[in-house]
Structures are given as structure tokens and as C-alpha cells.
């Protein structure tokens, strides 16, 4: 069974640029989550869909963070304008529903100069 | 609200038992579990516990959990040099969904 894939895997970006990052859960896994990770940290939960719609977005800083699964697979999660404090390594997660075991992809280790 | 803490480093030799710690804030935690983190990796599910339980071994691994003291434990036996990584401990309460609130790892150094 094919994991939780992400890309790109490495992103460096100059501060107010925008980047957007991809994930394709496993198949059929309805719900998706996006984590940031600062280095030193454990993860924190950006976003959580269920399907297409948004289930918790409340760590999610809106003002410059925006995150979408138009057909409830796939998922896009875009920064603009970045801030230096935003480079972490940014987690892709799925479950097959809700609550299940959440199941990680490999990650896209973000920096911002 | 919710906390979960763990110790930052753990050093033990090769063959040797390792005990990580963690506690957590949220007596209405239902799940607990260990990920492992290699340099450069996603987190890969180790093991988990439902709060009803008060240990649960799998192979090498074993997870103790004092829910009076809100303490969970990963021992792991026989350590081997494979085994050292950054591990998590993570609790999904009742309310909120789905969501885990991480510890802050503790990195496991197997030394020979």
C-alpha cells in the first residue's frame, strides 16, 4: 500500500515569496490533516479536512495561510507572503476516517531567508 | 487545555533497555501513541494505547500507561543502533476531531 506522498520534499524561498506545498493521502483515506514543525518541536496541526470540507482550522493563520482539497483527495497548502518564523518542515497526515490512526508522509522541509 | 512533555535526550548503550517518558495534561485523552522520527523523515506509528488499558507490549515495545498520574512510557528491549531517532508521544482527546497534540520528542542516542 503506497504511503502518504508529498512534494516538493525541500523548498527555500526568500521572505515574502509565496510557495505551495502538495500531498496525496492513501487511498481512500477521507480525512487529511496539515502539520508544522518547528525544529526542536513536535508537530502542530494547521488544518484538518474531512472529505472536501474543513473540520478544524483553528491553529491556521489565515492573514498569510491558505490550504484547499477541491475533490477530497488531494490537498494543496500555500504560504503568502512567507515570514522567516515559517520555516519548519511541513507534515502531511491521513486517516482513513474519523477518529483513526493518523498516518504521516515524508514531509517538505521549508526555509525562509 | 492540552500539554504533553517529554525529557529532550536519552543515551543508552546497544542491548540495553530504553525507557522514554512523557506525561499529558488531558484526562479525557482516549488514545495514546509513540512515533519515531529519523533525520529527514515523516513520523512513523509505532504503537498505541486506549486509555482503558494499562499496558500493551508488541514484539520489542511496550507501553505502560498510569492514567491516575497521566504517565505513559515506551520501553524498548534489547536497543539497537536502528532505534535511535527523535520519539513523540501524542494524545487525541474526546472533543476536537481527530486531533493529536504532540510532545516535543525525545531523542534516543544507542551508543555501542
Known amino acids: 500500500e503506497a504511503g502518504v506522498a508529498q512534494s516538493p520534499r525541500y523548498k527555500i524561498i526568500e521572505k515574502r515569496q509565496s510557495v505551495a506545498f502538495w500531498c496525496n493521502p492513501i487511498s481512500g483515506h477521507a480525512t487529511l490533516y496539515w502539520y508544522q514543525q518547528i525544529l526542536g518541536q513536535g508537530p502542530k496541526l494547521l488544518i484538518q479536512?474531512?472529505?472536501?470540507?474543513?473540520?478544524?482550522d483553528s491553529q491556521l493563520p489565515k492573514d498569510r495561510f491558505s490550504a484547499e482539497r477541491l475533490k477530497g483527495v488531494d490537498s494543496t497548502l500555500k504560504i503568502q507572503p512567507a515570514k522567516l518564523e515559517d520555516s519548519a518542515v511541513y507534515l502531511c497526515?491521513?486517516?482513513?476516517?474519523?477518529?483513526?490512526?493518523?498516518?504521516f508522509g515524508p514531509g517538505t522541509r521549508l526555509t525562509v531567508l | 487545555g492540552e500539554d504533553v512533555e517529554q525529557s529532550l535526550f536519552l543515551s543508552v548503550r546497544e542491548g540495553d533497555s530504553s525507557v522514554i517518558n512523557c506525561t499529558y495534561t488531558?484526562?479525557?485523552?482516549?488514545?495514546l501513541y509513540w512515533y519515531k522520527q529519523e533525520p529527514g523523515a515523516g513520523l512513523q506509528l509505532l504503537t498505541y494505547i486506549f486509555s482503558n488499558m494499562d499496558m500493551k507490549q508488541d514484539q520489542r515495545l511496550t507501553v505502560l500507561l498510569n492514567k491516575k498520574d497521566k504517565h505513559l512510557s515506551l520501553r524498548i528491549a534489547d536497543t539497537q543502533t536502528g532505534d535511535s531517532a527523535i520519539y513523540f508521544c501524542?494524545?487525541?482527546?474526546?472533543?476536537?476531531?481527530?486531533?493529536?497534540?504532540f510532545g516535543t520528542g525525545t531523542q534516543l542516542k544507542v551508543e555501542l
Open positions: 501524542a494524545e487525541r482527546a474526546t472533543g476536537g476531531g481527530n486531533k493529536l497534540t
Open positions: 497526515a491521513s486517516s482513513l476516517t474519523l477518529p483513526d490512526t493518523q498516518y
Open positions: 479536512f474531512q472529505n472536501n470540507g474543513v473540520v478544524d
Open positions: 488531558d484526562s479525557s485523552s482516549t488514545y
